[in-house]
T-cell receptor
Framework: DGGITQSPKYLFRKEGQNVTLSCEQN?????MYWYRQDPGQGLRLIYY???????QKGDIAEGYSVSREKKESFPLTVTSAQKNPTAFYLC??????????????FGAGSRLTVL | AQTVTQSQPEMSVQEAETVTLSCTYD???????LFWYKQPPSRQMILVIR??????QNATENRFSVNFQKAAKSFSLKISDSQLGDTAMYFC???????????FGKGTKLTVNP
């Protein structure tokens, strides 16, 4: 079945540590996205990528980094510079349409907790 | 910049009844897309319905329909014959209008009661 796989589902981190969240898709989608979800805040875009080896900052990119070396993979690193990293992280992908008609397919999410 | 507002943080409805979730948005563009996404307790987001701004006809998907009022910049979601499985967070989203990114509202938590 085609879809998006995020791992791990739950992750605990000590302050000062970097962690990497994995996102893999087998939908042959060009575009991939990372969102952060906090209670009462909706979804906020961290980074997105339209093609391999290219990505753009979203609205809350500070303290995060990404790479897009393969079409199917878009890992997110939460660095120690992110002051409040405890959140639910969602990865998504879509066929890229500059018109804004992109229908996103989401992964099941990763819950990061900083101890 | 486009903004999306969902004014109802929480709603509840009895099973088999109809409920309407509100969404308003702000844009100066004429061509854009509007979406409703559902996030059940499992946290897996799925698309419920999509509306193209240049289409006059309101989109429908089975028990889900929208009331798209372009002049009023309103995009409400109506769920008919509510089922327990409709219990979820519902997010309204705006796409296009010169931006490559989707803008999401803060969500409405819907509970369907037996």
């Amino acid at each position: 079945d085609g879809g998006i796989t995020q791992s791990p589902k739950y992750l605990f981190r000590k302050e000062g540590q970097n962690v990497t969240l994995s996102c893999e898709q087998n939908l042959n989608h060009d575009a991939m996205y990372w969102y952060r979800q906090d209670p009462g805040q909706g979804l906020r875009l961290i980074y997105y990528s339209q093609i391999v080896n290219d990505f753009q900052k979203g609205d809350i990119a500070e303290g995060y980094s990404v790479s897009r070396e393969k079409k199917e993979s878009f890992p997110l690193t939460v660095t120690s510079a992110q002051k409040n990293p405890t959140a639910f992280y969602l990865c998504a992908s879509s066929i890229w349409e500059s018109s804004g008609a992109n229908v996103l397919t989401f992964g099941a999410g990763s819950r990061l907790t900083v101890l | 910049a486009q903004t999306v507002t969902q004014s109802q943080p929480e709603m509840s409805v009895q099973e088999a009844e109809t409920v309407t979730l509100s969404c308003t948005y702000d844009t100066s563009e004429s061509n854009y897309y509007l979406f409703w996404y559902k996030q059940p307790p499992s946290r897996q987001m799925i698309l419920v319905i999509r509306q193209e701004a240049y289409k006059q006809q309101n989109a429908t998907e089975n028990r889900f329909s929208v009331n798209f009022q372009k002049a009023a910049k309103s995009f409400s979601l109506k769920i008919s014959d509510s089922q327990l499985g409709d219990t979820a967070m519902y997010f309204c989203a705006f796409g296009g209008g010169g931006s490559e990114k989707l803008v999401f509202g803060k969500g409405t938590k819907l509970t369907v009661n037996p």
